[in-house]
């Protein structure tokens, strides 16, 4: 396996793990999750939506059939990435070490992926 193919799957790897990881919180604490969009003066209910769309995100850059939905699946993903940092770093609560890396691990996945899988 070529060194872009393991860089690629890795930075994908850790991207896909920090989209689930945050859909499952999402999902599984509701309540605490919407403590935090309230913190950050987002509307509450955005919260299972956007944890629908990050699994459908994710499957959607696993599937690679339709090109369309995949670049906006990585569009969402970046934008997502972005508000979260900014978010975090405003209220100056710490938690903006996995959006940092998110964003880190999206360029890779995205620049690679058109190079290696298309």
Known sequence: MS???VIYWLATA?????MLFSAQMYFRNTE???????????????VIPLAVLKVLGVI????????WLTEWAYAG?????ILAYIAHYQVNDGQETFALLGLTAIFPSY?????IRD
């Not at 850790?14 to 920090?18: N, W």
């Not at 959607?60 to 090109?67: E, F, P, T």
Request: hydrophobic share 50%; net charge positive; aromatic share 32%.
């Open 3 to 5: 060194t872009k193919k």
């Open 14 to 18: 850790v991207l896909f793990g920090i």
């Open 32 to 46: 605490m999750v919407k403590g935090f969009f309230e913190s950050f003066n987002y509307p509450t209910y955005f």
């Open 60 to 67: 959607m850059i696993l599937w690679r059939k339709s090109q």
């Open 77 to 81: 993903f970046f934008f997502d990435l």
């Open 111 to 115: 620049f690679l992926g058109k190079y």
